[in-house]
Structure formats: C-alpha cells, structure tokens
C-alpha cells in the first residue's frame, strides 16, 4: 500500500465547477499535511496546510479527519487558472522528517 | 518561504556521461537540503538529505555511488548524475526547509539522457 493515495483523475470540469479531491495516509504518526499545486513540468507550489479543524483560503477548503486518516481539498468556482496537478503531502514525524508525496490529481477546468 | 534556485533547468547528456545539478538556498542557510526525482505522471520521490558538512542520507534502493550529493556550505547543494543512462531521464528536483516557511522547492531539472 502506498504511504499517500489519491484519487488518480484526471477530473475535467468546466467552469464555475465544484470538484474535491480526496486523499489518504498510512501512517498514523504522520503530523502535518499539505496540498501542493504542480503545473506541468514545473517544481510544486504550496497550495495550502491542512489542519484537524478545516481551513479555507478563499475558494479552496481543506479538511483533515486524523481517525479515517483522510485530507480532501474543496475547489468551488473553478478558474480555467486552477488546472494544474494537485499533490497531497504528508510529513512524517519523528528524527527523519521527511515528506511524503501523493501521485497527483491532475485538473483540467474547460471553458 | 525561502528563495531556491536550481540550475540547469533542462540538460541533455549522452548516455556514459556525468551531470552536475546545483541548488542554492539564496535568503537562508540551509544545513539540510532535499534531493526528490519525479519520472511522468508519478510522484516526487525522495532521493536523499544532503547535510552541509557530512554525507548524504540516501533513500532504499538510490545509488550512493551513482548519485553523488555535496553539501559543502550552507548555501549550495550538488547532485551528480555520474554514468547517466536513458533511465536517469526524469525530473529532480531540490527543496529546502526553513522553520516557520515549511518547504520550498528548486524550478527542478529536466534530465535527458540520449
């Protein structure tokens, strides 16, 4: 089993759409998580953290549920801007701190 | 977060050949650095931890001898692709941690090798 799993897409949607992406991590010690946007062929951005408590950031809410070991990003009002991958991330905890990438999902908003 | 810059940004080798990428941690001092590689449509997978003054902490399974990492000051990390081949072909990049900013990543390299 992959340390991170996503959804593997691709989602196409169109314009003004509502899409969300979900997201799990196998570690159970694991302390922080992220969601991380990647246009192609470029390095990733950090898109937001994620916290057991929810938080958003305009159009884009994120969630965590630390018991079903489960993260999902919320895009509503999708911009043909917000196509692009989006990495789910963990870090480990522990000495070795490292992060943990997600494969991607990869979004397609259509005019 | 802090500022990374990562150089080349693409390089195209003959197979037998070697390949130096560099990353510098512009605005910060960064005593760790991170060495990823993402082939198409997966992941980035953690290669290594370059640590400025010591050896690398390679990840199962990459090539200490094949991927050589120094980190000989606080501002600049080298990956070297010694012997590249056809299946070294993929995307590497570098990032830096800073306390507070969390991580920031190099543009990233694209390697081909023919």
């Known amino acids: 089993r992959k340390e991170v799993e996503q959804d593997p897409g691709p989602f196409n949607v169109p314009e003004g759409a509502t899409v969300a992406f979900n997201c799990t991590y196998s570690?159970?010690?694991?302390?922080?998580f992220f969601w991380y946007r990647q246009d192609c062929r470029k390095e990733p951005k950090l898109l937001m953290s994620?916290?057991?408590s929810g938080n958003e950031d305009g159009r884009f809410t994120a969630q965590l549920n630390r018991a079903s070991q489960y993260i999902s990003l919320l895009i509503r009002d999708s911009k043909l801007s917000d196509s692009a991958t989006y990495l789910c991330v963990v870090l480990s905890s522990g000495s070795a701190r490292q992060l943990t990438f997600g494969s991607g999902t990869q979004l397609t908003v259509l005019p | 977060g802090a500022v990374v810059s990562q150089h080349p940004s693409r390089v195209i080798c003959k197979s037998g050949t070697s390949v130096k990428i560099e990353c510098r941690s512009l605005d910060f001092q960064a005593t760790t650095m991170f060495w990823y590689r993402q082939f198409p449509k997966q992941s980035l997978m953690l290669m290594a931890t370059s640590n400025e003054g010591s050896k690398a902490t390679y990840e199962q399974g990459v090539e200490k001898d094949k991927f050589l990492i120094n980190h000989a000051s606080l501002t600049l990390s080298t990956l070297t692709v010694t012997s590249a081949h056809p299946e070294d072909s993929s995307f590497y990049i570098c990032?830096?941690?800073?306390?507070?900013?969390?991580?920031?990543f190099g543009s990233g390299t694209r390697l081909t090798v023919v």
């Open positions: 570690n159970s010690a694991s302390q922080s």
């Open positions: 990032s830096v941690s800073r306390a507070n900013y969390g991580y920031t």
């Open positions: 994620v916290y057991s």
